[in-house]
Structures are given as structure tokens and as C-alpha cells.
């Protein structure tokens, strides 16, 4: 499997070590970034680059690979995807797809055009062995139907600075927080419920990283916590000062098709951090924390707890322990054709469903999404 890259930042590099590790024919032809934060990864990992473009309709006219990866600022992913689609080439994007609705009914024509097969998505959580656990519970009816879930993403201090810093502090260039860090969330629990929402509703903004609650002292490109993750392409040195347009706190509230409900929590600042849910059926209960390795059932009728997993290794190595599995599932996909666990389309409803909390968010509204899917669904050919 050989591969061409646009956009060689820090995320991609990791993503290229894990498929280099599942597949030992792996190698990258070329690159095309004008700042490739991602390079001195590879070099580490002992990747070779191939040869650095001057653009991707470089790269995309020498050709001589198989799938195009694309690891540009999501903003940039609409168009990367399209020159990759045109030129005949597969193309595996990281998330999120695209940053607002406009992007998504696009792509969604695109989706139609080539084919989903054509779009691979690093929506890595699917693959997390927690996550497949959570699906087995669900289809052994230990849960029964599902009625209501409450989830949160939170991360440390140190990250949270990381997006004040980062290009994604700008939603022009990300797409809201809650998009570009929690697509995931969404689409996991998406996926559970195995419905779309009909309304959301959220609220929130910054409170941490804002001046008047900078710790005592000057926070610098040295200091310890603040600046521990590096930063690449369009980045500052402020944190609590910075010029970042997104929030650092945020709740969501979504209804689907069906009646379910998901409360959503996520804040940039929780020393220590989780990443939970609990997912309340009929019958049954289940929680769990990637962050901190564990998954349990109970039975509702009996309260006894019927499932008790601790999971080994670090909660914080690879997406906790997916993105090698997403890695050797897309080897397998390429090679074989065996069905991935999440497609292009589920992407593109996580994230519709993200840019509209958003805007509930902002326009201090509850949003019906009927009129989103419909559109949606128009643009897909349905």
C-alpha cells in the first residue's frame, strides 16, 4: 500500500506509524505542505517522506501511489478531497470531514458522484475496544432500548492551552470546538442509538482561558504545563490572552429519532480528566471511561452487575489503544474489502450534528434538524 500525503502535521505522522506498523509494504511516495509540523515525527519513526510537492496537483500528477491522505487544516479538507476524488484516487481524511454545513452538503454531492467506498475517515474511536464492547452490550440486549445517555469529553490544562494556541483556536480554520474535538463523541453515541437527532440545544463559552484568570506570574513559551504540547502551522504563544474564538466549555442536549436523549458535557480545563459515558436502557446500564480503562453492565431489574472490564496499557497511547486497530481494519479494508466500522456518511452526520449544536449555542435556540437531514439526504441522492 503506498501512499501520498497532503497536509504532514503532527496528527498524520502518528496515524502514517500505525499503518507503516500494520502493513509492512506501507511506504509514502511524497508530501505536499509548505510547513510539515509532522516531518521530524517521521524521520523519528523512521518513515521516509518520499518527495516533498510544491502543491497537490503536483503530488496528484506524478502520481504513483494508492491513497491519497489528507492531514491539512480541516478547512482545507473539502477541497483536498475533491482534486484527490478527480484525480481517481481513494482518499482517507481526518476528522472532522469538513467545518460548517455549507462543506457538508458539498461533500455529501461529492459522496454521491464517486461513491462512499472512495472517502475513509479517521473517526478512530469506533474502533476502541471499549467502544466495541459497548456494541456487543448493546446487541446481547443487555441494555434493552435505550433511553437516555449522559457522556463528556473533558481534557487537562495543558491540551486545552494547546487549542488556544493552535490554528484550531479559530473556527474558520477548525469549525467549532465541539466539531472539531468531539465529533467523535457525537458520532460514538450516534452510532449506538443507530438514529439521527431531531433537536438539539447547547450552552456555553470561555471562562478558563480568559485574562483575568491567567495564573500569578508570566505564562510562557517555557512554562511547564501551558505550553507542554507543541503547536505548529499559525501558532501563538498567547494562552489566557489569546486571540481564540472558541469555547472552552460546553453542553449539549440532543433528542433522537426515536426518543432518546444524550447530555452532553465538554471543558478544556479538569486536571483530572475523564472521558465517560452512561448509557441508561430498559433493562439495563452501562458505563465506561476511555481515560480511565474500565466498562460495566448492570441489569436494571436486579441491580447486580453482570460485566466488569478493565482494560491494560495507557489510556493515552493512540487514542487508547484505537488508532493501531483503525490502522490494521483499513489495511484489511484496502487489501480484502472488509466493511469498516464507520463510513464517510456517518462522519458527515456527526458533523452536521455538531455544527448545529453550535449554532443552538449561539442563537440561544433549539434547532429541528428535519429540514438539515432533508437537504442532506437531497444532496446524497436519496
Not at 109 to 130: A, E, W
Request: proline share 4%; charged share 25%; aromatic share 10%.
Amino acid at each position: 500500500m503506498k501512499a501520498g500525503i497532503v497536509g504532514l502535521g503532527f496528527r498524520l505522522s502518528n496515524v502514517v506509524k500505525e499503518f507503516a506498523n500494520a502493513d509492512p509494504d506501507f511506504s509514502v511516495v511524497g508530501y505536499a505542505d509548505p510547513a510539515p509540523a509532522g516531518l521530524p515525527n517521521m524521520q523519528q519513526f523512521g518513515i521516509d517522506a518520499g518527495t516533498a510537492y510544491d502543491s497537490l496537483d503536483a503530488l496528484l500528477t506524478a502520481g504513483g501511489f494508492d491513497i491519497l491522505m489528507v492531514g491539512s487544516p480541516n478547512f482545507m479538507h473539502l477541497e483536498h478531497i475533491r482534486q484527490g476524488l478527480a484525480a481517481g484516487y481513494t482518499v482517507f481524511t481526518e476528522k472532522p470531514v469538513v467545518i460548517d454545513e455549507a462543506q457538508t452538503l458539498a461533500l455529501a454531492q461529492l459522496v454521491r458522484q464517486y461513491g462512499q467506498h472512495k472517502v475513509l475517515v479517521g473517526l478512530v474511536l469506533r474502533y476502541s475496544p471499549l467502544y466495541r464492547d459497548l456494541l456487543r452490550a448493546r446487541d446481547e440486549n443487555r441494555l434493552g432500548e435505550i433511553a437516555s445517555i449522559e457522556a463528556t469529553e473533558h481534557i487537562k490544562p495543558y491540551h486545552g492551552a494547546f487549542f488556544m494556541r493552535d490554528w484550531r483556536r479559530y473556527e474558520r480554520y477548525a469549525g467549532p470546538y465541539i466539531l472539531e474535538k468531539c465529533c467523535h463523541d457525537i458520532d460514538l453515541y450516534q452510532g449506538l442509538v443507530g438514529q439521527r437527532p431531531v433537536r438539539v440545544a447547547s450552552f456555553g463559552g470561555r471562562k478558563s482561558f480568559t485574562p483575568q484568570h491567567a495564573p500569578s506570574g508570566a505564562v510562557t513559551p517555557d512554562s511547564e504545563v501551558y505550553h507542554e504540547k507543541p503547536s505548529g502551522w499559525s501558532a501563538t504563544t498567547a494562552v489566557f490572552d489569546s486571540d481564540a474564538d472558541i469555547v472552552d466549555y460546553q453542553t449539549a442536549l440532543i433528542e433522537y429519532a426515536g426518543g432518546a436523549t444524550l447530555a452532553f458535557h465538554a471543558n478544556l480545563n479538569v486536571p483530572d480528566e475523564f472521558r465517560r459515558f452512561c448509557v441508561m436502557g430498559t433493562d439495563g446500564m452501562a458505563e465506561g471511561d476511555f481515560v480511565r480503562n474500565f466498562f460495566r453492565v448492570h441489569d436494571a431489574r436486579t441491580g447486580q452487575q453482570t460485566q466488569d472490564i478493565r482494560y491494560e496499557g495507557s489510556a493515552y497511547d493512540g487514542h487508547y489503544g484505537a488508532d493501531a486497530l483503525m490502522a490494521e481494519e483499513i489495511v484489511r479494508h484496502f487489501k480484502q474489502g472488509t466493511p469498516l466500522k464507520v463510513s464517510v456518511i456517518d462522519a458527515l452526520e456527526a458533523g452536521l450534528t455538531a455544527i448545529k449544536i453550535d449554532e443552538a449555542r449561539k442563537r440561544g435556540a433549539v434547532i429541528d434538524m428535519t429540514g438539515c437531514w432533508e437537504q442532506f439526504d437531497a444532496c446524497l441522492g436519496k
